[in-house]
């Protein structure tokens, strides 16, 4: 908290970068906490760091994050360290922090680069955000509402991994705001597809669901939008023939279905589950899709659960009122599944529990966190 309070007195336009959101509601310093806390304690093992390095490294190549940033980052971190520890805080101690945070600005420099490279080099790519044109806006479901996004002149878009996602930056009053959205189609398109939840504020003076409610309500189509190419560590391995688990819940369900159509297109007889969980049907997007999708696959299992069912509803054979269950998951689960979820992070913690005790090792379960990243998985706990 010391470190972002000093860091956007000094430095304000980096307000431009950071989530409001997420920094009034302390997601983003206990996500800070929790890395800084994991560099030290891996810092003779770091390897063990690899996959928080790459995740960390595509978010911030997502926001546009340049070598630049890093002394002022370094800077204002060592301030804040010796602010919180006072005394203890010896020349000793942040000289050691000041060349291990040297040698991490180091690592993640490199690793943004080469993914910047990587968007660069690709066909259709470009750097840092461009202006995509929204050809077509569909409403999903009573919250989610999907935004076609294509290249003015119509140009290649470069191909993502499905589970991967975009920045969509906005100007709203005197701050710009970024936002990441899973990409919720499957690559190969002649467009992008984003699926938004309108997240509603809390009060008046709250930023939450500033960008979606500017999406929703003022986004029409013939607009543009500034869109920075995909990123994201988080993925479908295409490559195994071992069946697939995919599980969303709410707006979790935009990388799943990226994933479903993907796989029906290059893996069009491998074993898939697919679930999902929603509040009630009013907030139940892309079923029908979902049923296109499978109509010619017997090799795909649906299931949807609904938590709030009116009395006297009937519902589709593939639905059903409830949570998902340990019966449920034992009934349905396949013999050396990978699964991937999505969905909010209680949902998650649930569902990785309920996984781990059905005995799918921690190696097979791959779960998305939207925003700053949290625990699900008890082993990383």
């Not at 302390?26 to 030290?40: F, I, M």
């Not at 990409?183 to 809390?202: G, I, N, T």
């Not at 699964?339 to 005790?357: E, I, K, R, S, T």
């Amino acid at each position: 908290q010391a470190f972002y309070k000093r860091m956007f007195a000094a430095e304000p336009q980096l307000l431009n970068i950071f989530s409001h959101t997420n920094q009034q509601k302390g997601h983003q310093p206990r996500s800070l906490a929790d890395a800084v806390y994991a560099y030290a304690k891996y810092i003779e093992q770091p390897e063990v760091l690899i996959p928080v390095v790459t995740r960390i490294a595509h978010k911030h190549a997502s926001l546009d994050v340049k070598p630049e940033h890093y002394p002022i980052v370094g800077t204002h971190l060592l301030a804040a360290l010796q602010e919180v520890l006072g005394d203890a805080a010896t020349p000793e101690l942040l000289d050691a922090w000041a060349k291990a945070y040297g040698v991490l600005a180091d690592i993640m420099i490199k690793a943004e680069q080469d993914i910047y490279q990587a968007i660069g080099s690709s066909e259709g790519g470009w750097d840092g955000f461009m202006p995509l044109k929204v050809v077509r806006k569909e409403r999903e479901s009573d919250s989610i509402t999907s935004f076609y996004l294509q290249k003015p002149d119509g140009g290649v878009l470069p191909s993502f991994k499905p589970g991967q996602y975009v920045s969509v930056r906005v100007q709203l009053g005197q701050w710009q705001h970024i936002r990441q959205y899973s990409l919720s189609d499957a690559p190969h398109q002649p467009y992008y597809r984003v699926s938004v939840k309108h997240e509603l504020a809390q009060q008046d003076d709250h930023p939450q669901g500033c960008v979606s409610s500017y999406l929703h309500q003022q986004v029409e189509v013939g607009m543009m939008l500034d869109v920075h190419a995909p990123c994201g560590d988080y993925y479908v391995d295409d490559t195994l023939e071992t069946p697939l688990v995919l599980v969303g819940a709410g707006v979790g369900q935009t990388p799943m279905f990226a994933m479903l159509a993907h796989v029906l297109r290059v893996q069009p007889t491998r074993q898939i589950v697919y679930i999902h969980a929603a509040k009630n049907q009013a907030l139940h997007a892309f079923d029908q899709q979902v049923l296109d999708l499978i109509k010619q696959h017997a090799n795909v299992q649906y299931s949807v659960f609904y938590e709030d069912v009116p009395e006297g509803t009937v519902l589709p054979s593939h639905i059903q009122q409830g949570l998902i269950s340990a019966d449920f998951l034992q009934k349905v689960l396949p013999r050396d599944a990978d699964c991937y979820y999505c969905g909010p992070v209680p949902f998650m913690q649930a569902l990785d529990a309920l996984l781990a005790n059905q005995g799918v090792p921690q190696q097979r379960r791959h779960y998305e966190v939207f925003g700053p990243h949290q625990a699900v998985q008890q082993a990383q706990g």
